[in-house]
């Protein structure tokens, strides 16, 4: 099998706003894997605080090229999740860390394994697409009238994530309030210090028909995060303190629930590995995203119907998506009844 990738600079549509900081565009890498005349899709999206970036992908994907040109997969030999697996986990060994440069191989091989079967990839993970949540669309923190602008964008989705942890969170709330009723998912991005504060805030929010509170203290405080959620009217879910499956029984007392991102866990396979295991253990469930194209988003659309909460808005959020848009239905992403992923290219 042979790999390809290309660097690629996603524009965002707003410059996105967050308690750490502000940026106009993600570094991404899109990848495809070509077996026989059949490509198989994948992608890096590199948001700055996990330090992946062109030259870390670059040199991870170069090496990644050679293990997957030893897998030649004779026509006749059909892929299996557990050959899938085997590839994967032959990449992980290759270096810690390069957590998005792995999931852009993991689910290139995900679409050909689909393109080899031709047949929708949900359909061989077995999920049911009946169970698919509905997902949020996220906003930045920003004056008045840009949340305006960007609430007539946001249109098409129920539900608004909106990004907290400043000293302004009550004033962002009421702005949004005087806009719109939808309920709201809040995402303090770890920037809550005060433990008695956050609870209260969390009972304000409670009464804003705000639904959840993800990551309100620093990733690693972890005893804070464990004193809300003892006592919060809101579930409380951990997103920055958790990045893969091995990290489940470190927050898995501390926190409701865990926000599964694809370009954390390396992929598709661990993705739904850890969402199977977070929910056998009785943690709620959301699948999440960075800003990225279309192909990192019906990637992780696939393990949503598992979940209570969806926020794989990212392709919503950029210009220049290079492959068509997902189907949008109800507020919900339709997953392709096409092979794969069902990609297909903007041209
Ligand atoms: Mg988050």
Redesign the pocket.
């Given at each position: 099998m042979q790999l390809k990738f290309r660097p690629i600079l996603l524009e965002l549509r707003h410059p996105f706003r967050l308690a750490t900081g502000s940026r106009t565009h993600t570094n991404a890498m899109l990848t495809e894997i070509h077996w026989h005349g059949l490509t198989g899709y994948g992608e890096a999206a590199m948001p700055p605080y996990y330090g992946e970036n062109h030259e870390t992908a670059t040199s991870f994907l170069q090496r990644a090229a050679e293990v997957l040109l030893t897998h030649t997969m004779p026509q006749r030999l059909q892929m299996t999740e557990d050959y899938l697996q085997n590839i994967m986990d032959e990449i992980d060994a290759l270096a810690l860390g390069n957590h998005a440069a792995k999931a852009s191989v993991d689910i290139a091989l995900h679409d050909l394994w689909g393109k080899m079967e031709d047949r929708p990839l949900w359909q061989l993970l077995k999920m049911e697409p009946d169970n698919m949540p509905v997902t949020s669309f996220t906003l930045g923190m920003d004056e008045p009238e840009i949340l305006r602008q960007k609430m007539l964008e946001a249109d098409d989705f129920q539900i608004i994530k909106i990004k907290i942890g400043a000293e302004n969170d009550r004033e962002i709330i009421r702005t949004i309030r005087e806009i719109t009723d939808k309920p709201i998912y809040a995402?303090a991005?770890q920037g809550w210090k005060n433990r008695e504060e956050a609870l209260e805030i969390a009972h304000w929010l409670a009464e804003q028909n705000v639904r959840i509170i993800?990551?309100p203290f620093p990733k690693d405080d972890l005893d804070s995060a464990a004193w809300l959620s003892a006592r919060s009217p809101l579930p409380i879910i951990a997103?920055?303190s958790f990045q893969r499956f091995s990290d489940l029984d470190k927050v898995a007392n501390c926190f409701h629930g865990v926000?599964v991102k694809l370009m954390k866990c390396t992929g598709i396979a661990e993705g739904l590995r850890a969402v199977k295991a977070a929910k056998s253990r009785g943690l709620q469930t959301m699948v999440?995203c960075m800003t990225e194209t279309s192909c990192g988003i019906v990637a992780a659309a696939l393990i949503a119907p598992l979940c209570q909460y969806a926020d794989i808005d990212g392709c919503w959020l950029i210009r220049n998506n290079p492959f068509k848009m997902p189907d949008l239905v109800d507020g919900k992403v339709r997953l392709s009844d096409k092979s794969g992923l069902g990609l297909k290219m903007r041209l």
């Amino acid at each position: 099998m042979q790999l390809k990738f290309r660097p690629i600079l996603l524009e965002l549509r707003h410059p996105f706003r967050l308690a750490t900081g502000s940026r106009t565009h993600t570094n991404a890498m899109l990848t495809e894997i070509h077996w026989h005349g059949l490509t198989g899709y994948g992608e890096a999206a590199m948001p700055p605080y996990y330090g992946e970036n062109h030259e870390t992908a670059t040199s991870f994907l170069q090496r990644a090229a050679e293990v997957l040109l030893t897998h030649t997969m004779p026509q006749r030999l059909q892929m299996t999740e557990d050959y899938l697996q085997n590839i994967m986990d032959e990449i992980d060994a290759l270096a810690l860390g390069n957590h998005a440069a792995k999931a852009s191989v993991d689910i290139a091989l995900h679409d050909l394994w689909g393109k080899m079967e031709d047949r929708p990839l949900w359909q061989l993970l077995k999920m049911e697409p009946d169970n698919m949540p509905v997902t949020s669309f996220t906003l930045g923190m920003d004056e008045p009238e840009i949340l305006r602008q960007k609430m007539l964008e946001a249109d098409d989705f129920q539900i608004i994530k909106i990004k907290i942890g400043a000293e302004n969170d009550r004033e962002i709330i009421r702005t949004i309030r005087e806009i719109t009723d939808k309920p709201i998912y809040a995402d303090a991005n770890q920037g809550w210090k005060n433990r008695e504060e956050a609870l209260e805030i969390a009972h304000w929010l409670a009464e804003q028909n705000v639904r959840i509170i993800e990551q309100p203290f620093p990733k690693d405080d972890l005893d804070s995060a464990a004193w809300l959620s003892a006592r919060s009217p809101l579930p409380i879910i951990a997103d920055e303190s958790f990045q893969r499956f091995s990290d489940l029984d470190k927050v898995a007392n501390c926190f409701h629930g865990v926000n599964v991102k694809l370009m954390k866990c390396t992929g598709i396979a661990e993705g739904l590995r850890a969402v199977k295991a977070a929910k056998s253990r009785g943690l709620q469930t959301m699948v999440g995203c960075m800003t990225e194209t279309s192909c990192g988003i019906v990637a992780a659309a696939l393990i949503a119907p598992l979940c209570q909460y969806a926020d794989i808005d990212g392709c919503w959020l950029i210009r220049n998506n290079p492959f068509k848009m997902p189907d949008l239905v109800d507020g919900k992403v339709r997953l392709s009844d096409k092979s794969g992923l069902g990609l297909k290219m903007r041209l």
